[in-house]
């Protein structure tokens, strides 16, 4: 198991007096799609949140247990929770730009961490835009404002902001939910082209999506974690009676 | 260097904060040591400064003495600020129900701006109008002397208007759309809607608006002292004259040497005030406290 | 049926309160304009105020107010800004922020005529300054404070929290979040809010008898020194604004055309407040618009 | 910790930016080739401010390096600044010796002029005249009906000033020979009396002479007309004295004004305009116990 990218250990979150989380354990392979699935409130959401410290700005939230990045504690008071984020990055369920100019939205990472050169920004720019699949539908409108584009060019740009400061992992928040199937199968390929580079976590309502491009899934129940394993063998012989109940539809 | 600026943020607003605290504690400090003198160096009862209506403060000594009791100015006060909120806050509520719930349109486009811009009117304004129109109007249709508690409300009920319908249409806004929509979906009528879902719903919000507006009133100044006559009476009807406790302290401050017994009893009337218009935030306070807790 | 005709009542009831709303507004407006509107020349605008003679205009006195104005807002926009991120962006439930609240509002329901007297006790006769626009921006900044505080928390937390949330995740610090994108974000509420603020201190007249003062000295527009005693830009001057001069002319006016200095001055304070009306609407939407680019 | 003392170094710079445009203020005095230079605070009475703002800009055309700025603030405040040397001159419509808690013993005294007041009633009551004893009765509430003192059946209206009001201590004090008003409307401002009394019929108040004008009808008091002449001579005997007060003797510049202020420049043209009656006209003087010579 020391090929892990992201190792959790005995995971504990409680939000006040509610349990949301409950002994966690997982292993997150690198260069691997990692998909997580379960029905609403089984704690998915939360559990992604919580790898990239997410959790940390809401009220009253507390957690117990360990979660590695590459071997060292995300939660251990020595990390620099910028730097962490800068590594480990998020795409959310519905897509948001910044109220700026989709160079300015791309840009606004390299910006923020230090970069002002010009011409290296132009380049990280049209980089990540071209990784998120979207430079050739944008380059004409660069400098005009993100917000007057398509749901699923958002969300690529919301992407292509992330590819923007260079992380090793991306958690993504069923990053596909609020768009349309066109804008979703878009999405979707962008996924498994970043697999190659990324170690990709994403949370799903949709199984078939999970069956179409994850490489492991993960089943959540009631803030535990079901079974993890290969996504064929969850979905052809899932090992607990739960997940069968689930992807066959029959609660949740 | 980004730990820094985080850093510099931080201290920078929570500097400001405690300004701000810093500012109120130094108003109610200040105020309460002058306020307060009128007791402890003059040594005036405060039972009799409340609860007294004898204002003989250039009165020498050998004649009864200063004497400074200030019941006819707060009564003054508490009764032309409440009969204002009374005719303020159901028109108030009218328009915010209107704005929302009758003709969005209409009342968003026309009627907001239009009550923000009342907002706007400086209160000299409103003293002024009502020096020259409302005055004039009551002393020849209503009888007396046109200087009344009535002018006094009236002008006070408009200036407060653009308070109340703020509040109530910001309640009334942050309503889920659905508990409309569920009761409308049962056959509700539009009244009915608004009587048994929506106002009970927006009462806490309400109701402060109206504690604010009431605080507003009972702090004006200059609009009400140009209209109410200041005669240091109890009025009798709402056709006589009356005095609050801001038109003693615009009339006599200027006046009196500070340190003097009659400039402290106007700095305890200020006192007074402040004192008053803290009660009416505990108000608030308490009422929106006790709808959060039956939510 | 009868729930039908309840509601029908009803209607009208509300129907005829709104009406009864916009006929007061439209009266008092109409008044003020028809009467003061008649009044207002060039020569009323700039010309200075007399004591005695007619023909005097209101010219130091509208620059009294806006540079009154100007001055309470370099102190107040600064310390209400960065409280209302403090609320919006830092506050967690503890003493200091259930404190600021608490204060807040205090101050926002604070009679003016009592920060007024603090204002004379403190900015007046402690400091020594005398009756000085100085003062008297210090006491519209007492009033000013919390409504930019409340405006600015409003503006923060109008700005959807998904916003917020991908800075973060994109490694920026809280502070950068703040700065490259909250702030931005709620420009176009800032801005109203800004404006309609000062739209109310406009017309404050009450804490300003006791601060600012009623009497407005020869100024020398042609000496822009800040620090010369008679530079209209000095703060350490007494100045009358023109909701105070308002109040003078009709109180203590000796001049035999106070009804048209009265009734005009009213007319100039009403158009610049409904100006910043406007301007607040425009702008904000404008501001809104260039930013989305829709 | 470097941004800390940025902070502290911008709050005290502001401080010191403050503290210098401040001072500079309050230092009258005479340079040695006799040109007058400094700054005159003059602050106090709101009905002597107009005379007072008119004679500094005079004043100050002759003499250019003399800065003098005049405020309101009333009586009051005029007295409680000077004594506390916040101003160079405190302007009062009654003596200090009459105000509580002022002590007039350090104050020097200088009278600018006479304000003459007349009872005023609305224009459409039919009564000129009143004795001292009906003007004492109506103020006093005995009366209440203008019948009993000769005019119309209508009730009567008492407008008074608020009691801090130098009119009004004036008014009880030689009017009324020290009475005290029944409660009744009350203004602080004689612009409000004027329109109120025009405006309410069976009103009565009082006013300065300069407020007097075609709206209100001033009545006679024992067939005194109250006018300057009567004033000067003697005749008509509700009138004050305009006071300048200093802290000690003044010097240099504000010496220099003050003196100013009893030239022609001013007595002759200034002061009738103002509705008041030049000083120097005076042909009595009166104490503060009101003693007349």
């Not at chain 2, 309640?171 to 569920?182: D, F, N, T, V, Y």
């Not at chain 4, 040397?85 to 002590?103: H, Q, V």
């Not at chain 4, 004008?213 to 001579?233: C, Q, T, W, Y």
Request: hydrophobic letters at 45%.
């Amino acid at each position: 198991m020391s090929d892990s990218k992201i190792s959790v250990k005995k995971l504990h979150l409680f939000y006040k007096d509610f349990q949301a989380l409950n002994g966690i354990d997982i292993e997150v392979r690198p260069q691997h799609i990692t998909a997580l699935i379960g029905p609403s409130g089984c704690g998915k959401s939360t559990f992604l949140r919580s790898l990239n410290r997410m959790n940390d700005l809401i009220e009253g939230v507390r957690i117990e247990g360990t979660i590695l990045l590459e071997g060292s504690d995300i939660y251990s008071s020595a990390v620099d929770m910028v730097a962490l984020r800068k590594r480990v990055g998020m795409v959310f369920q519905r897509p948001n730009p910044f109220l700026m100019s989709v160079y300015d939205n791309v840009a606004y990472g390299p910006r923020i961490h230090g970069e002002k050169n010009k011409r290296k920004l132009d380049e990280i720019v049209e980089t990540s835009l071209r990784g998120a699949a979207l430079w050739d539908e944008v380059r004409d409108r660069l400098h005009k404002s993100a917000l007057g584009l398509s749901g699923g060019q958002q969300q690529r740009v919301c992407i292509a902001r992330l590819l923007a400061v260079q992380p090793d992992v991306l958690l993504m928040d069923e990053p596909s939910s609020a768009l349309d199937p066109k804008s979703t199968m878009k999405i979707e390929e962008l996924i498994r082209d970043l697999k190659q580079r990324y170690t990709i976590i994403i949370v799903t309502h949709n199984m078939q999506q999970a069956a179409r491009i994850s490489d492991t899934t993960a089943f959540f129940l009631n803030g535990t974690l079901v079974e993890c394993n290969e996504t064929e063998l969850i979905f052809t012989k899932p090992g607990d009676q739960r997940t069968e109940d689930y992807i066959t539809g029959r609660f949740g | 260097m980004k730990i820094t600026s985080d850093t510099t943020g931080r201290v920078l607003s929570t500097g400001a904060a405690l300004v701000t605290i810093l500012l109120t504690l130094a108003i109610i400090v200040f105020i309460a040591t002058k306020g307060l003198s009128t007791f402890i160096i003059n040594g005036v009862p405060v039972k009799d400064f409340l609860f007294s209506t004898n204002w003989f403060p250039d009165r020498p000594l050998e004649e009864g003495g200063p004497q400074v009791g200030v019941l006819a100015f707060m009564l003054g006060s508490i009764i032309v600020s409440l009969l204002a909120v009374l005719v303020s806050a159901p028109l108030s509520v009218a328009c915010a129900v209107f704005i929302r719930e009758i003709a969005p349109f209409w009342g968003q486009r026309v009627l907001q701006p239009a009550i923000e811009i009342l907002a706007g009117i400086p209160s000299v304004v409103y003293g002024y109008i009502g020096l020259s129109l409302l005055v004039p109007f009551i002393r020849e249709h209503l009888g007396g002397l046109g200087f009344s508690v009535l002018a006094g409300f009236l002008v006070l009920s408009v200036m407060i208007l653009p308070t109340i319908v703020s509040m109530s249409v910001d309640s009334l806004r942050a309503l889920p759309q659905e508990w409309k929509e569920a009761a409308y979906a049962l056959g509700s009528t539009r009244w009915q809607t608004i009587r048994i879902v929506l106002l009970p719903a927006a009462r806490s919000g309400i109701i402060t608006g109206v504690v604010l507006g009431l605080a507003r009133a009972f702090g004006e100044a200059l609009a009400v002292q140009m209209v109410i006559g200041n005669t240091r009476k109890i009025p009798g009807s709402i056709l006589d004259p009356v005095i609050t406790l801001t038109s003693a302290i615009t009339m006599d401050m200027g006046n009196t040497p500070m340190g003097s017994l009659w400039s402290n009893s106007l700095w305890s009337m200020g006192l007074l005030l402040l004192f008053i218009s803290c009660l009416f935030i505990l108000v608030v306070r308490f009422v929106v406290q006790r709808s959060e807790m039956s939510q | 049926m009868k729930a039908r005709s309840a509601d029908k009542l009803a209607t009208a009831i509300i129907w005829a309160g709104a009406l009864i709303v916009i006929a007061v507004l439209a009266s008092i407006i109409g008044y003020i304009l028809f009467n003061g509107g008649k009044s207002i020349s060039w020569d009323f605008l700039t010309k200075p105020a007399q004591v005695i003679h007619s023909g005097g205009g209101i010219g130091p006195q509208i620059f009294n107010s806006f540079y009154l104005l100007a001055l309470s807002m370099l102190i107040t926009i600064p310390v209400g800004l960065l409280g209302g991120i403090y609320l919006a962006e830092y506050a967690r439930p503890s003493k200091l922020t259930g404190g600021l609240r608490l204060c807040i509002e205090t101050l926002n329901s604070l009679p003016s005529i009592v920060i007024g007297l603090f204002g004379l006790l403190v900015f007046v006769n402690m400091t020594g300054w005398g009756y000085t626009l100085m003062s008297g921006a210090l006491a519209l900044t007492v009033i000013n404070l919390p409504l930019i505080v409340r405006y600015t928390e409003e503006a923060l937390q109008s700005v959807p929290a998904s916003l917020r949330e991908a800075s973060l995740a994109l490694g920026a610090s809280h502070w950068q979040t703040i700065v490259k994108v909250v702030l931005p974000g709620a420009f176009p509420g800032l801005v109203s809010g800004f404006i309609i603020t000062s739209g109310r201190v406009f017309g404050e007249a009450a804490a300003l008898l006791f601060t600012a003062g009623m009497s407005s000295p020869a100024l020398d527009f042609s000496q822009w020194n800040i620090f010369n005693s008679s530079s209209p830009l000095n703060p350490f001057r007494p100045a009358e604004t023109l909701a105070v001069h308002i109040w003078k002319v009709n109180t203590e006016g000796l001049i035999p055309d106070l009804r048209r200095v009265a009734d005009g001055s009213a007319a100039v304070l009403i158009l610049i407040v409904l100006g910043f009306n406007l301007l607040a609407r425009w702008l904000g939407h404008r501001i809104y618009r260039h930013m989305t680019a829709t | 910790m470097l941004n800390k003392s940025k902070l502290v170094a911008v709050v005290l710079c502001l401080g010191a930016l403050l503290a210098v445009a401040g001072c500079g203020e309050n230092d009258a005095k005479a340079t040695a080739e006799n040109k007058l230079s400094g700054n005159i605070t003059a602050v106090g009475s709101t009905a002597l401010q107009p005379l007072v703002e008119q004679a500094a800009n005079q004043f100050m055309g002759g003499n250019p390096d003399v800065r003098i700025v005049v405020q309101g603030g009333g009586s009051g405040t005029g007295l409680t600044q000077v004594v506390q040397g916040a101003a160079n001159i405190g302007n009062s419509d009654i003596f200090a010796d009459e105000k509580n808690g002022i002590d007039a013993a350090q104050l020097v005294d200088h009278q600018i002029c006479v304000a003459g007041m007349a009872a005023v009633i609305n224009p459409n009551l039919n009564i000129d005249n009143l004795t001292k004893q009906q003007l004492v009765d109506v103020f006093s509430g005995k009366v209440t009906n203008w019948k009993e003192v000769g005019g119309q059946d209508q009730k009567i209206v008492l407008v008074n000033r608020t009691k801090s009001s130098g009119t009004r201590a004036t008014f009880k004090k030689y009017a009324l020979g020290g009475v005290e008003e029944a409660t009744g409307l009350e203004e602080d401002a004689s612009g409000n009396v004027r329109k109120i009394v025009k405006e309410t019929p069976g009103a009565i108040g009082y006013l300065a002479l300069a407020y007097l004008n075609s709206d209100v009808k001033a009545i006679k008091l024992d067939g005194v007309e109250p006018n300057k002449e009567n004033i000067a001579i003697g005749k008509y005997p509700v009138w004050a004295y305009e006071h300048c007060y200093t802290l000690g003797n003044p010097t240099g510049a504000t010496d220099a004004f003050l003196n100013y202020l009893l030239t022609d420049d001013v007595q002759k043209t200034l002061v009738p305009q103002l509705g008041y009656i030049p000083v120097t006209e005076m042909q009595i003087t009166r104490d503060a116990a009101g003693n007349v010579k």
